[in-house]
């Protein structure tokens, strides 16, 4: 038995699209993927201008006792009590770290390991005590976004409108980039200075909270399908790649979208090869092309650098 199956191009690349069934299958696969990555990656860009990369994180923990409470009250596992749970249990995450970094002597990444791992503890220990609570953590961690297609139909009035993750990413993202575009300038000046935000009457506290907020929705569309690991990944690998060729935040929210395409076109081909997980594919993609960008990248890059010093 070998460690890495013999690449054969044809089974690669042309037997996945190769019947009408495969296409509709896969395309809905590759649909999620995309979709998760732009939208991560755009939250995440100015995530991580904000010097809060480790916040997805935190946050992706942090809703699963959002999401077991809101079962518990609710008693259904409904889209809007699921989003409604997990967005309160994500801003209280956030404010916990706020609190805890402002108001005690722990730095913000201890503050962080503390709320999302006590969050995340929390959460297991609910759905553990509620065994009719069909939310699996290993599922979170991992996901399966190869399953998507077998996702629940979302009906609207009655009538059937597809595939309800694909819907719930693609309002998520939609509402994303719209909030984008008309807030990119507030958005822009707390990231930056947050003292010159607040000169300029620019609700600082509002802004950061409407972050989080698209944060903690981002992590809730794409969590189900793909897990914490993949989430997480599209949060940092997106903006921090782009940054080494891209000098403007603009260009850099707009080289999300190629980027995505090739990790999700890449990962899941990588995937069929290998026999593994989509998700962790399409983050080891993501890898791959992140180490030549340090390395060769014109703005920062290792190499780059080093051969202007010399």
Known sequence: MTLI???NFSKVFLEPWSTSTLINWNGQIMLMGF?????????????VIRRMALMGDAI???ILPGLAIAFIISGSMGLGSMFFGACIAG????????????????????????????F????????????????????????????????????????????????????????VVIGTIFFYGP?????????????MGIPVKATHMSLMLALALSTVASLEAVGVILVVAMFVFPP??????????????????????????????????????????????????FIPAC???????????LKFKT
């Open 295 to 305: 390395l060769l990248g014109p703005n920062g890059g290792i190499l780059w650098r």
């Open 120 to 175: 995340f503890a929390f959460g297991v220990t609910l759905i553990s005590m509620n065994s009719h609570l069909h939310i699996d953590p290993g599922c979170l961690l991992y996901g399966e976004i190869g399953l998507v297609p077998l996702s629940e139909k979302w009906k609207v009035f009655g009538f059937e409108m597809g595939n309800r993750s694909l819907w719930t990413i693609g309002l998520v993202f939609c509402g």
């Open 91 to 118: 801003l209280a995450c956030n404010f916990s770290i706020e609190w805890l970094h402002t108001h005690t002597k722990l730095k913000e990444d201890a503050a962080m390991g503390l709320v999302f791992t006590s």
């Open 60 to 62: 992706s923990h942090g």
């Open 240 to 289: 921090v790649t782009a940054a080494f060729f891209l000098q403007r935040l603009p260009t850099i929210l707009i080289g999300t979208f190629p980027l995505g395409i090739i990790y999700t076109w890449g990962g899941f081909h990588l995937a069929y090869w290998l026999d593994c997980s989509i998700a962790a594919a399409i983050a080891v993609v993501a890898t791959l092309l």
């Open 187 to 199: 958005l822009v000046v707390t990231s930056f200075d947050s003292t010159l935000a607040k000169s």
């Open 5 to 7: 199956p013999e690449f």
């Open 35 to 47: 979709m998760v990555c732009w939208t991560c990656g755009i939250v995440g860009s100015f995530i």
